[in-house]
């Protein structure tokens, strides 16, 4: 199983360790790959490193870990061919770095009636872009020691993706809830607003959400 990270900060990094400890192919891109050869040869011993667009050529599935701002033009780096009919396992929210954060709570630049994943999901038409991992801190994304299992809120269009990264976050320690179509990211990405107000409030990062029955 290979998979692609396009996206080299803390989140690409963790989950590109994170999918090498379980046994994948992995590369990971950013935009200059000389910018990760320290880190590939370090802390990332094993991982391959490359451009986005080398990222998207190796993977079978990819995972999209940059800024929300610069989702599309990262996605714009890549063959277009490289993303048709693929899983894109999407962590990124639609945070406005212009802005500062007020009481905890952080600006977006979408509005609750369309999400960041929807945007990616209307330029993209024929790839399967799978919201997940983006209401948690990159540090419990794989495999977290919690008192209780965690809830990961995922959506999207194809069902055989969602199973695949079902798959995936079962692996990597999550219970998995599944909102459906591309429209419940509209309430999964501010899952992350949420997320950083406990966060902020309680001056602790080892938390995340729940969904009890
Ligand atoms: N940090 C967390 O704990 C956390 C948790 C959940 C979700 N998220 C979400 O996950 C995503 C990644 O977060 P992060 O903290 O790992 O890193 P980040 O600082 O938000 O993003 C870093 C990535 O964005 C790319 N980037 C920056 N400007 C760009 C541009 N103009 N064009 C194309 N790409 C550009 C960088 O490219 P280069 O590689 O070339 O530098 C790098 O790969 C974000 O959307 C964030 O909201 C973060």
Not at 103 to 113: A, C, H, I
Request: net charge positive; with cysteine; aromatic share 8%.
């Amino acid at each position: 199983m290979k998979v692609g990270i396009i996206g080299s900060g803390t989140v690409g990094k963790t989950l590109a360790k994170g999918f090498f400890k379980h046994g994948y192919s992995v590369m990971i891109g950013a935009r200059d790959k000389n910018t990760l050869l320290e880190w590939s040869k370090s802390k990332g011993m094993g991982i391959a490193a490359g451009s986005f667009a080398q990222v998207a050529t190796h993977g079978d599935f990819l995972v999209l870990a940059v800024k929300g701002e610069c989702a599309k033009d990262a996605l714009a780096l890549c063959k277009e061919s490289d993303l048709r009919h693929k899983l894109i396992i999407d962590t990124t929210n639609p945070i406005d770095s212009k802005r500062k954060p007020v009481n905890g709570v952080l600006p977006f630049f979408t509005d609750l009636n369309l999400s960041l994943m929807e945007i990616l999901q209307t330029a993209y038409p024929n790839t399967y872009f799978v919201k997940a991992f983006n209401s948690v801190g990159s540090d419990l994304m794989v495999n977290p020691v919690l008192e209780h299992k965690p809830s990961m809120f995922i959506c999207g269009n194809h069902s055989e993706s969602k199973a695949r990264t079902a798959a995936i976050l079962d692996l990597f320690g999550w219970e998995v809830e599944d909102m459906g179509m591309m429209e419940a990211a509209r309430a999964i990405e501010p899952l992350c607003m949420l997320w950083c107000i406990s966060g902020f409030r309680n001056e602790t990062w080892k938390h995340a959400l729940k969904l009890v029955r």
